[in-house]
């Protein structure tokens, strides 16, 4: 069973929008070391929601793991990984932070708890209530 991600980046560096224009990306810079733990635990299939920081602070789109995670060769540091993450759809409806942390389904989301966190773990329950609430399929 594939596991559901979030992550999150700032729409000014990368946004969902150049995804879909570049049709798949080496997510790289993640350094804190949960998000490490996490990035690592992503495999190839494995669905991910992007959530723009910022200004917009919103989930804006659907991507897919493309790769799963490897070294990242620019990084010179084994601990670094990266994956690519390849463009599913963009959300009908982003769904504002506010409205993800007014959701009970959501009150345990690392995006409500460790709003630093920028690649986490969804659970079924919160990851129900983002597709619907973006108007998006959960199918690959």
């Known amino acids: 069973m594939p ?36 990035l690592r635990a992503m495999a190839k299939g494995d669905l991910v929601l992007v959530y723009h920081s910022g200004a917009q602070k919103a989930v804006v789109g659907l991507a897919r793991v493309a790769t799963g995670p490897r070294p990242d060769p620019k990084a010179g540091d084994p601990r670094l990984v990266v994956v690519d993450l390849e463009p599913v759809a963009a959300a009908k409806a982003p769904v504002p932070l506010a409205a993800v942390k007014a ?34 399929s959960g199918s690959r």
């Open 103 to 136: 959701e009970p389904a959501c009150r345990d989301l690392g995006l409500v708890r460790q709003s630093r966190l920028s690649v986490m773990p969804v659970a079924d329950a919160p990851w129900a209530f983002l597709l619907a609430q973006a108007g998006l």
């Open 3 to 38: 596991s559901h991600w979030l992550v999150k980046t700032e729409p000014s560096t990368y946004a969902f929008a150049d995804l879909e224009k570049d049709g798949r990306t080496t997510w790289d810079g993640v350094a804190n070391a949960l998000a490490l733990i996490h």
